[in-house]
């Protein structure tokens, strides 16, 4: 039986789960800071997975699917391809980054998860938000890009 999957759907899911992404990170800096340890790292984790699966929908979706190109205006091109263009330098170097942190967090090594961290947040943050601001400009503010 030759089975078909339909990918249509998974843009819409991977920015859903960027967006979810952003939301448990922002709770999860609020608990650490409302020094509420153990809701920190249920939602950092939460945070965690999220991205991932975000990571494995995003592959899947390449992997099997065509390029969806930028179809707005050429006023637009400039500032969403800078957009783009950060995003995808930052996402390389959230990966190691997000590791590092949570194994020194699982460590126990709380004085460097720390130091680490204060990169790692305001990184993943912003790949999480410029993931859905992507989205936006590709599927809804200026779609019909495939190509």
């Known amino acids: ?4 999957i339909d990918f249509s759907l998974l843009p819409k899911l991977n920015a859903l789960l960027n967006g979810v992404a952003a939301v448990l990170l922002v709770c ?11 809701l920190h790292r249920a ?10 699966l975000f990571l494995v929908s995003y ?13 707005g205006p050429a006023w637009a091109a ?6 783009l263009t950060s995003h995808i330098v930052l996402a390389v170097a959230l ?13 126990g090594d709380f004085a460097r998860h720390r130091r680490i961290a204060r990169w790692t947040l305001p990184v ?8 859905v601001l992507v989205y936006l400009v590709l599927y ?6 495939e190509g």
């Open 95 to 107: 990966v190691p980054l997000a590791l590092i942190t949570l194994a020194r967090a699982l460590r």
């Open 140 to 145: 809804v503010i200026f779609p019909g890009g």
């Open 43 to 52: 939602v950092m984790s939460s945070a965690f997975v999220t991205s991932a």
């Open 78 to 83: 400039v500032p969403y391809y800078a957009l």
């Open 59 to 71: 592959s899947v979706y390449h992997y099997g699917s065509l390029h969806t190109a930028y179809s």
């Open 1 to 4: 039986m030759d089975t078909m």
């Open 124 to 131: 993943w943050l912003y790949v999480s938000v410029t993931g």
């Open 28 to 38: 999860g800096y609020a608990a650490i800071r409302a020094r509420r340890i153990g």
